[in-house]
């Protein structure tokens, strides 16, 4: 079990049960090593666009995306696609 504090509330254990802090320090330390070592990774703007684009999708992006691909697959179902269309809004036997 984690430590707590005055107020009874548990903390986690190692690095998440720290002093918010501490960790900062830590984490400080860790990239600032990093850097001097050459292996610290700096984000270009594709990468950033490619990450924000990724967490997007994740956040709500595949949400919209799934009504996307349901919609199609009614319209297909119903005729009502861009095929229906053309066909006056009934879709041919196959």
């Given amino acids: 079990m984690g430590s707590t504090n005055e107020k009874g509330e548990s903390r986690g254990r190692g690095f998440a049960g720290m002093d918010?802090?501490?960790q900062r320090q830590i984490s400080s330390q860790g990239g600032k090593a990093?850097?001097?070592k050459g292996t610290a990774h700096e984000f270009d703007s594709e990468e950033?666009?490619?990450a924000g684009r990724k967490g997007?999708?994740?956040s709500g992006g595949r949400r919209r995306l799934r009504e996307r691909e349901q919609q199609a697959e009614r319209e297909k179902v119903?005729?009502?696609g861009a095929e229906g269309e053309a066909a006056g809004g009934h879709a041919e036997p196959a």
């Fill in 20 to 22: 918010p802090e501490r």
């Fill in 34 to 36: 990093a850097h001097q």
């Fill in 48 to 50: 950033a666009r490619e």
């Fill in 56 to 58: 997007g999708m994740v």
């Fill in 78 to 80: 119903e005729g009502t």
